[in-house]
Nanobody
Framework: QVQLVESGGGLVQAGGSLRLSCAASGRTFSSYAMGWFRQAPGKEREFVAAITWSTRYADSVKGRFTISRDNAGNTVFLQMNSLKPEDTAVYYC?????????????????WGQGTQITVSS
């Protein structure tokens, strides 16, 4: 069982930056693929970024967001730069037992509670 707790959300102006953190429980953190998803009001939850030993990004965030992980600290990060109003959403951290990059939410086994990001114009 893995428990995930996100932090770092908040309100930011367009063009600004935020860094999300996701702290994971468990001693096998390094074996999990980790991902970030987001869900805006009235929309489906969508893939943002994922990391194993490599990374993958949604086209909408490529070049602006960076996912990273600290296996010793059981933490995954999402650095978000050049934020836009359309980035406003609840952001979720997720863990997958699959040891490859996965982008579909159905492939993730554990989810955090989410953290709100609001980007004002």
């Amino acid at each position: 069982q893995v428990q995930l707790v996100e932090s770092g959300g908040g309100l930011v102006q367009a063009g600004g930056s935020l860094r999300l953190s996701c702290a994971a429980s468990g001693r096998t953190f390094s074996s999990y693929a980790m991902g970030w998803f987001r869900q805006a009001p009235g929309k489906e939850r969508e893939f943002v970024a994922a990391i194993t030993w490599s990374t993958r990004y949604a086209d909408s965030v490529k070049g602006r967001f960076t996912i990273s992980r600290d296996n010793a600290g059981n933490t995954v990060f999402l650095q978000m730069n050049s934020l836009k109003p359309e980035d406003t959403a609840v952001y979720y951290c997720a863990a997958s037992r699959r040891r490859v990059i996965v982008t579909m939410k159905s492939e993730y086994d554990y989810w955090g509670q989410g953290t709100q990001i609001t980007v004002s114009s």
